[in-house]
């Protein structure tokens, strides 16, 4: 299936809005519909499609899936409640923890979190709620990567040749499929979005199970998830696409208190690009390194070694897994 993509040099935001507008009331009718806002530019875009659109038909529902940032879940609560939509938090947690138990093949862990979500977590929801439709928020990028099998995004399926009504239960609406990140963002200021919201860097959608290499346990979630938090606030002001802590699985050889500890190592990336297509390293000050590595080494328990990745992409991606 041909999409015909819309550029961001070319895209009358108000107008692609109403159209959109527009296209999800058609599809939903008298209906219901359900989406999942993760809180990045790409969910609450739609979002704020959907309220509009639908109104009180649209149920909106943050999956807390034990994977986010710290105090993700109450954050993105209360920026959408001071936009008059309330959003319900779903705990999620225990399930997605083990869908992933044991499993280390990033691809594997890229399904498991697509099938927890779609097929458990939402499958619950839909018959719950009685709604046929879910509105989510995938953009032309997610498709090309995943149909040139470079990583699959747990969000594409009609291109594999998946019909989510008859693997899920429900119809999927993409108000963005045409867009990529530049453009989401033109969209999101227009909808009404505080900056902080359609200027956020991305976020992936396995979220912090893509910033582990090998399995991923609540242990090690904590110690990404606190190297994450380091990580963007001594970058916040770099002006940077994106930047992500990595935890590696292999155990390194390090030096502590005179004595050998085999401990951990934490990969640093910071990109600069525009859509997420092609990006190259961004050249960090080394001083501002030298910072994120102490402060990881001495608040990070385990970690003894901290790098830099400076591949550009392609051949590298922006996301380790």
Request: glycine share 8%; charged share 25%; aromatic share 6%.
């Amino acid at each position: 299936m041909s999409i015909r993509e819309i550029r961001a040099d070319e895209l009358d935001a108000d107008r692609f809005i109403a159209d959109q507008v527009q296209a999800i009331r058609d599809a939903v009718g008298s209906g219901l519909a359900i989406n999942a806002l993760s809180g990045g530019v790409d969910s609450s875009a739609v979002t704020m499609l959907g309220h509009r659109a639908l109104g009180d038909r649209l149920k909106t529902y943050f999956i807390d899936n034990a994977l986010m940032r710290e105090g993700e879940p109450q954050r993105i609560v209360a920026i959408f409640a001071a936009l008059g939509v309330t959003v319900q938090i779903v705990d999620a947690r225990d399930e997605f923890l083990a869908a992933l138990r044991g499993i280390t093949d990033p691809e594997e862990k890229r399904e498991a979190v697509t099938q927890t979500f779609y097929r458990h977590v939402f499958g619950r929801i839909v018959r719950e709620s009685g709604a046929k439709h879910l509105l989510q928020g995938t953009i032309l990028t997610d498709v090309d990567e995943t149909v040139a099998g470079i990583k699959r995004q747990h969000n594409v399926f009609e291109q594999l040749g998946i019909d989510p009504q008859q693997a899920f239960g429900y119809k999927i609406i993409e108000p963005l499929i045409q867009l990529r990140k530049d453009g989401v963002r033109k969209v999101a200021a227009a909808l009404g979005l505080p900056k902080t919201v359609y200027a956020r860097m991305p976020f992936p959608g396995p979220a912090l199970a893509a910033r582990i290499i090998g399995e991923v346990t609540s242990e090690r979630l904590d110690i990404v998830r606190k190297a994450t938090a380091i990580t963007e606030e001594e970058l916040a002001d770099t002006g940077a696409f994106q930047y992500m802590a990595i935890l590696h699985e292999d155990r390194v050889t390090g030096m502590r208190d005179n004595r050998r500890e085999f401990g951990l190592q934490i990969e640093l990336r910071c990109w600069d690009s525009v859509d997420a297509r092609r990006a190259t390293p961004t050249r960090l000050p080394w001083e501002t390194l030298e910072r994120l590595s102490e402060r990881i080494l001495a608040e990070v328990p385990g970690v003894v070694s901290v790098t830099y990745a400076i591949a550009p992409k392609p051949p590298s991606t922006m996301e380790v897994v």
